[in-house]
């Protein structure tokens, strides 16, 4: 029998009322008026602001936590009258209600805060956003799809924190065993790349099928590699129906034809693609940096020895990685020794400082989780392990979407399920991807407005 | 009235807490839902758009499709959960009374389990690759592999199996129940005429039942139409080619990751309508005066 399904419209209505309640009656910085007119906090004031970090749980032992409590030491001293607090929350649906009922309904909530995507559009439209004091060497030192896709109305909105790029991780014992020589240097064509997937789906004599290649289900990079792109220069038209996105998408079929991807592609998610990876049944697998960690923690896995990482292969167009922007946030409020205190903060938690600063703590963190957006702090990300400075390099060819506050209905609603149809062999990529045009350009045009 | 007023006023005291609660929590959120609908509700709050949403909502192919999969998941579900439930009761009720409460909770027992972790075993279990239960009970007989949740031509079918396949436990309690409080002449009279076992139960058992079936068909409709976590686990939300997208997976993504609420809104008015108006045909074609 169905038991209650944990969303119904009354549920939905509920825990929206639910969460109002909690949001008001939880401790939000209301902004209020200052008196003081000073813009720095190097001033002895004492200040106190509060910062939103998602993924962070008090006294537990994940990544975001440990940097995020190292990040807060590491300011506190340089600026001892500054005094941060964190507040956390899952990455998901219920905690960006949460934000976007601070920030957006009560103009209140966090003076400064990590944010991703489309939400850094949405703040900023609703005039939420305080805008970053860069210099021009500053503005120099980001990389410039990152500054890109944190610009609204032409004016940047946010501090890019990091790049994390796409790329894939290669099991060395798998390609010994299949006789395939791994790419020099991590460079390979996209002919190589399937040559290589093909050889590496194999059935041992024990009847393990091992597959050459897999991918979670949230992917569409192959779609870039012939240099196709969503939308044109000015993020005015949808253009991934374009021939060179026709002709990527072309390519991924191909890797569904030769069955050299295990028969649940469509449905793997990132965690059982890792899995999937981690147990030996696949030999090439595409996913973002944070995987790295992952094997590092893992005694059977030595780099170099039992796996190493590769570039995306290369099609038609310029080499390309895709992949995605994360971002520090500052609300706009009338208090300016805060306001002014966050974006102080703000810039060190994206800047070349806080590297050093959590290396030299007691234990060292690490702080870089990803390539940072700016070139000044590139270098301590891939200090760290010799995957990682592979990766530090990609950020130069990564693809970083461009922000679109629809984007994620596009995605999901559209994209997805045509991707799924081409790679299914229900429709031509073609006839898939002109399909998705005239909504995608509709919610383009509503995100454009 | 006053009279009436006066002698029973005060137990209306006794129902306040309770109807507060209803109200608070059920009666305006269902109001405010039904505003919600007609206006282009975001987060930032929203202006009154008349009808607009469900003209969108009715141009919208994703829609139509959530629509089309929740009614085939709903009548394929319930029909065969209501068949089930009332031939596993049949089954059990000649068992002696130990054997029978032993039953009633063997199979009640598994309605405990957290609905996320059943959906997760049903991922595994239809899981594409051949060692997925399914496909590696099926390899003994030489059959598959089959992709199931990984085809979209088959991952609606699997999310059914899941549903079809689980024994409808609260089904069986009530059928059970019912068929211990059937009167005895009536079986005794058949007896007498000769009738088989199969014959009594198709002509007694069946048709003095009416009254739970109906109650069974109407709330398993309502809870196959708000079917959500087994879809969200199984396929990631929807499947390959939104091939098991639901109409409250489409509320969900809807309101909560797209950010309009007042189309998810609109989605819900819509589904309300639909158990509704399925409820209504229900009651209509199901209900009897038994009198036994």
Known sequence: MNSDPSLSRRRFLQSLAAVGVVVACGPTAAPTPSASTSGSPAAAKPVSIEWWRRNYTPGSQTAETLTSDGAVKGWKARTPNVTISIQGGPFGPETDQKFDIAILQQKAGPDVFHTTGGDVLKYAAAGQLSEPPLTDAERRDFNPSALQATTYKGKVVAYPLWIVPWFEYINLDLFKEAGVTPPKDGNWTYDEFLAAAKKLTFKRANGKQVYGFAHANDEFAFMLIDGGRLYDKDVKTWTFNSADAVSGLEKWVALAQAKVMPPDFLTLNPNDSQARFLSGDIAILQRPSAMINVLNADKNWEFGKNWDIANFPKGRGDQTAWGGVGFIAVREQQDVDKKAAAHQFAKYLTGPDIGPDLKSQTPPVEYWLAPAGRTSAAGIYGDYHPAKAKVAKMGAFTYVLPNVSTWSEIDQKYMRPARDAALEGKKTPKQALDEVTPAAQRLLDEANK | ?292
């Open chain 2, 1 to 292: 009235m006053t009279a009436a007023l006066r002698r029973h006023g005060w137990s209306y005291l006794f129902v306040l807490p309770t109807f507060s609660l209803f109200v608070v929590f059920t009666l305006l959120p269902v109001a405010q839902g039904l505003i919600l609908s007609l206006q282009d509700a975001r987060v930032t709050g929203g202006s009154f758009i008349g009808l607009a949403n469900f003209v969108t909502l009715a141009e919208d192919p994703v829609v139509r499709q959530a629509v089309g999969n929740t009614v085939l998941y709903a009548t394929a579900v319930v029909a065969a959960q209501v068949t089930l439930a009332l031939v596993v009761a049949s089954l059990i009720q000649p068992l002696g009374t130990k054997s029978r409460v032993f039953y009633r909770a063997l199979f009640y027992l598994p309605l405990v389990n957290s609905a996320i972790l059943v959906a997760m075993v049903w991922r595994w279990i239809f899981n594409p690759n051949p060692f997925g239960l399914a496909n590696a009970a099926l390899g003994t007989i030489g059959l598959g592999p089959f992709l199931w949740i990984g085809s979209s031509d088959q991952a609606l079918l699997a999310v059914i199996l899941s549903a079809v396949l689980t024994i409808p436990g609260g089904g069986v309690v009530l059928y059970s129940a019912a068929m211990g409080s059937l009167p005895r002449e009536l079986y005794e009279a058949a007896d007498l005429e000769g009738a088989s076992p199969f014959a009594k139960w198709r002509h007694i058992t069946v048709p003095l039942l009416r009254p739970t079936t109906l109650y069974l068909v109407v709330v398993y409709t309502i809870l196959a139409f708000q079917v959500f976590e087994r879809v969200y686990i199984m396929t990631n939300g929807g499947g390959p080619n939104n091939a098991t997208i639901t109409i409250v997976q489409l509320i969900y993504s809807t309101a909560f990751q797209f950010g309009r609420y007042g189309l998810a809104s609109a989605m819900a008015v819509v589904l309300f309508m639909m158990a509704m108006v399925v409820a209504v045909v229900q009651f209509r074609s199901l209900r009897s005066d038994v009198e036994y």
